[in-house]
């Protein structure tokens, strides 16, 4: 093959990169390019937008990165073609521009990932370009582990003992893709060439430069560093959100700025139980994009086809006060506070926040699932669909629906000295350790001992959790006629 083109897109890096390694390896002069894929970027519902800035950062650092690289190699220099406009027409217009013989991806797996890219092959094909997919962003995809019978499984535990028994019997799952050896077959940049600014594209700085997420592949590496030395705790500390317990890899993973396999590799092979907890979790995301290659209708449906019998409760008041950190419940309120000012909240508090809305608001979790995809850093379709549902109750391998988390007792066991609640909510700093979980029980002199008025300065609860509970069983008692 004399030329191809690798198209990036959530896969930001120059290293253990599987349609890098495979184009350089097959072609003589490889292209590379990144779209900002206005199909995309104009249903955001804001122009200040965190994840649009951390992709910019990336592919500035991926671009002077590959440059580097194809210097190093003795190349004369290469780095990204950037453009703005639907990848649909952007890519076959580039390639066809550029006279390749092939466009090589990392495949994606989200429904509308799969039409782009299929269509994207069509009109290639069209025009005599090859189109090869390859898997990059899990470890195994689609049909790779298996039920005994064949089947895709719908269990977690049972998928991760036969991931780790596949991991064993494939010596190389976890080998990385190697480019260094044939980049100076990186093709270099025309003349003129330049990254468009964040403006150009319609956006504007959303303040990750002062954010704890670091961008590029030098943040991603920074925080795994930070991380791998800390793995052992991870068991004990990950439930903890006021602690440093989890590796706050996720925006990293979802944008491919880490390499899946290189911490999938250095969980298993250190082998602590920490280490082996965290292994579990990289297996929770290879399990949740299995479920949806092989079932992409829960998108919009209840895994459980059965849950669409369930009648939600119209309650917009409700969905506002969850929204916007009112609900009365300090746990929940300050998980979404810390959702609202960075873009991230901790798996145990998601866990909490979505049972809330769902089991104790009793509001459909497609609402809370949108919610939590326009704010999200990491957003990524399969483990927020997955996690929504587990919450719900309606997913695969889901929380059973009669247990119902209580707002008041997980935040007294994960969040004990209410360090976190502190953080989020100020308003609530003097209220002492006992009273902090449900503040609606201090009396008015201790309120006033507290400079809180509940009510005021600080909401009441907007539903009562015993009553909540009740018309939660009631309405998933459907499911049992
Ligand atoms: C309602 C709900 C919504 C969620 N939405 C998302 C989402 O949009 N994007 C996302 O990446 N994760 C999502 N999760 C999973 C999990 O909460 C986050 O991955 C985690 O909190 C990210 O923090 P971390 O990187 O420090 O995680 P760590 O605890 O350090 O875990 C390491 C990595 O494992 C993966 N992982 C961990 N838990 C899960 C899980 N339950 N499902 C799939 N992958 C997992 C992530 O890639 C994560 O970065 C959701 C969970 C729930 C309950």
Not at 358 to 367: N, P, S, Y
Request: charged share 25%.
């Amino acid at each position: 093959m004399l030329s191809a083109l690798v198209w990036f897109r959530r896969d930001l890096r120059h290293f253990d990169h599987a349609a890098l390694h495979h184009a350089l390896r097959r072609a003589g002069r490889v292209h590379c390019a990144f779209v900002f894929d206005s199909g995309i970027l104009d249903a955001l519902p804001s122009r200040r937008d965190r994840r649009v800035e951390f992709i910019h950062a990336s592919v500035v650092e991926l671009d002077e990165a590959l440059d580097a690289l194809s210097c190093r190699a003795a190349g004369s220099g290469g780095g990204l073609l950037v453009r703005h406009g639907r990848a649909e027409e952007v890519v076959p217009r580039l390639a066809a521009e550029l006279g390749v013989d092939a466009v090589f991806a990392n495949r994606d797996y989200e429904p509308a990932a799969i039409a782009r890219d299929s269509r994207v092959a069509q009109r290639l094909a069209e025009q005599g370009i090859g189109f090869v997919d390859c898997k990059d962003q899990v470890v195994f995809e689609r049909d790779e582990v298996l039920t005994r019978d064949g089947k895709p499984f719908s269990v977690f535990t049972p998928y991760r003992n036969a991931w780790l028994k596949r991991l064993d019997a494939d010596g190389g799952a976890l080998d990385a893709w190697r480019i260094e050896g044939q980049a100076g077959r990186l093709a270099p940049k025309a003349p003129g060439e330049r990254i468009p600014a964040l403006a150009e594209i319609g956006f504007e700085p959303a303040g990750l430069s002062g954010s704890a997420l670091p961008a590029g592949m030098r943040g991603g590496r920074a925080l795994f560093e930070d991380f791998a030395a800390r793995i052992d705790r991870y068991a004990d500390a990950r439930d903890f959100p006021a602690l440093k317990g989890v590796s706050y890899l996720s925006t990293h993973l979802r944008f491919g700025t880490v390499s899946i396999r290189e911490l999938a590799a250095f969980a298993h092979g250190h082998g602590s139980e920490g280490a082996r907890a965290w292994l579990s979790e990289l297996i929770w995301r290879d399990f949740y994009h299995m479920i949806l290659w092989h079932h992409p209708q829960v998108v919009a449906r209840c895994f459980r086809p059965e849950c669409e019998r369930l009648r939600w409760d119209e309650a917009p008041g409700l969905f506002a006060a969850w929204c916007e950190a009112r609900t009365g419940y300090p746990i929940v309120d300050a998980a979404m506070r810390q959702l609202e000012q960075s873009g991230y909240m901790h798996n145990r508090l998601r866990m909490l926040a979505a049972s809330f809305l769902v089991k104790d608001l009793g509001i459909d979790w497609r609402l809370g699932e949108r919610h939590f995809a326009a704010r999200l850093n990491d957003y990524d379709l399969a483990a927020n669909n997955g996690g929504w549902q587990w919450a719900a109750s309606t997913g695969c391998d889901a929380q059973p629906w009669f247990r119902i988390f209580n707002p008041v007792t997980q935040s007294q066991r994960f969040d004990p000295e209410g360090r976190f609640i502190r953080r989020y909510l100020p308003e609530l700093a003097q209220v002492p350790e006992r009273f902090l979980h449900a503040p609606w029980t201090l009396d008015a002199a201790a309120q006033r001992a507290a400079g809180v008025r509940i009510g005021i300065d600080y909401p009441a609860p907007v539903v009562d959790h015993a009553q909540a509970r009740l018309r939660t069983l009631a309405r998933f008692g459907v499911l049992k006629a």
